[in-house]
């Protein structure tokens, strides 16, 4: 059984893809793959994903530059999630110019909740994008 | 606004959740949340999850004892993945008694690609449910 056959892709024929800093260990992203993104990611060991928005494939920084580095592809127990290895090139993942685009945490005191952002904006994504 | 109102859950009323285990960094498991499981989660502290195979919440746990004790609640920026910090009890998290769900990793020599199992089984998933 060819290894890719072992995913298992959604009724879109997509998979969510994780990717995490192997220095840090931090989470930088989460995005979607098809088959051929997984096959490319795979073959060149740079991060390419499914943009949803876009309907195309994501070469991850083909335009910001902030490309990803994959040392590791690995899968859960039912087929269904990627997690990857990666060297996030600039340090940062986010769009916002932040490292993770998990920068919200939850806070709560006194009953209350709100997300506050915990990470600084380490690139202009004016610069970023143009 | 009401932080649960910043959450984008998809058609189904469903926002995937990534448990990351606090202390070694390791991604444990991916499941999905709906409003009720993220709100009881928040809550309480503790991981609840709903399963869509048997379309009810799931306090992860409550079977194998292999309960998670929340510390963190991220969001992306986005808004459609929620990433939770936790202390997995019994130090297992997957149903096949590993500490990790991602226990494949992919092995690449001469141009072959396979699935390798990288984790040893902890504990007898057997025992586990019983």
Redesign the interface.
């Known amino acids: 059984m060819n290894?890719i056959d072992?995913v298992v892709f959604d009724a879109d024929g997509l998979v969510?893809a994780?990717a995490?800093d192997g220095q840090s260990?931090?989470?930088l992203?989460?995005a979607w793959m098809n088959r051929e993104a997984l096959q490319e990611t795979?073959d060149t060991h740079r991060a390419v994903y499914w943009s949803r928005s876009r309907k195309r494939l994501w070469r991850k920084g083909e335009e910001s530059g902030n490309t990803q580095q994959v040392s590791?592809?690995?899968?859960?127990?039912?087929g269904d999630?990627i997690?990857l290895t990666v060297e996030q090139a600039g340090g940062v993942a986010?769009?916002?110019g932040r490292e993770s685009?998990?920068?919200?945490?939850?806070a709560?005191a006194d009953g209350l909740?709100?997300?506050k952002v915990t990470d600084a904006v380490l690139k202009d994504p004016e610069t970023m994008y143009k």
Not at 72 to 78: I, T
Not at 101 to 106: D, G, I, Q, S, T
């Open positions: 290894w072992e969510p994780i995490q260990g931090r989470i992203m989460v795979v590791a592809v690995r899968l859960d127990c039912d999630v997690l986010c769009h916002t685009c998990f920068f919200r945490e939850l709560q909740a709100e997300w």
